[in-house]
Antibody, heavy 117, light 110 residues
Framework: QVQLQESGPGLVKPAETLSLTCTVS????????WSWIRQPPGKGLEWIGY???????NYNPSLKSRVSMSVDTSKNQFSLHLTSVTTADTAVYYC???????????WGQGTQVTVSS | QSALTQPASVSGSPGQSITISCTGT?????????VSWYQQHPGKPPKLMIY???KRPSGVSDRFSGSKSGNTASLTISGLQPEDEADYYC??????????FGGGTKVTVL
């Protein structure tokens, strides 16, 4: 049974860096691609990007200048870092398993991140 | 890259069939058969319902079906049931090597 669980601060100050971790269980992270998707309050979904266990990444051009993702295979985890956040980055952040540029078959429960001073 | 266009809401009575459209361009929906659909109940994560236009994951009811014509993909729910009331999102590969979502459609069971 593949399971994903997001963790990280629920409150981030403007101009600071948002950092989240996704812990994967039931499958080795050293297979497949792993993604982050976010959903602002009352709005739709936005693909942030994916990371492969090798460290290869692909980011949404709209966020590319502020995003980085990494993998820790020893912990079966992957992470998201989003710099210089503003209130527009307030959202529920989901991690998911991505079938490369195709579809997302397993999702975490999501974690609310609020950007506020 | 703009979001794919979906109707804001669709409604139907129990037992009826409804169809949700997802319109893009030749650079995304029309470029490959890489369209997926997700169901999201309030406070829950999205759930994969259809992938690669018309394929159904194991465990998803056969009342859900997908299709595509040109730059428009569609999700049809047959025999509408109260538990189908949710938000639905389409998602497509785009030639700029990204994935883009539709704005979402709220399905109401009358």
């Amino acid at each position: 049974q593949v399971q994903l669980q997001e963790s990280g601060p629920g409150l981030v100050k403007p101009a600071e860096t948002l950092s989240l971790t996704c812990t994967v269980s039931g499958v080795s992270i050293s297979t497949y691609y792993w993604s982050w998707i976010r959903q602002p309050p009352g709005k739709g979904l936005e693909w942030i990007g994916y990371v492969y266990y090798s460290g290869s990444t692909n980011y949404n051009p709209s966020l590319k200048s502020r995003v980085s993702m990494s993998v820790d295979t020893s912990k079966n985890q992957f992470s998201l870092h989003l710099t210089s956040v503003t209130t527009a980055d307030t959202a529920v952040y989901y991690c998911a398993r991505e079938r490369t540029l195709d579809y997302f078959d397993y999702w975490g429960q999501g974690t609310q991140v609020t950007v506020s001073s | 890259q703009s979001a794919l266009t979906q109707p804001a809401s669709v409604s139907g009575s129990p037992g009826q069939s409804i169809t949700i459209s997802c319109t893009g361009t030749s650079s995304d929906v029309g470029s490959h058969d890489l369209v997926s659909w997700y169901q999201q109940h309030p406070g829950k994560p999205p759930k994969l319902m259809i992938y690669e236009v018309a394929k159904r994951p194991s465990g998803v009811s056969d009342r859900f079906s997908g299709s595509k014509s040109g730059n428009t993909a569609s999700l049809t729910i047959s025999g509408l049931q109260p538990e189908d009331e949710a938000d639905y999102y389409c998602c497509s590969y785009a030639l700029s090597n990204i994935l883009i979502f539709g704005g979402g459609t709220k399905v109401t069971v009358l």
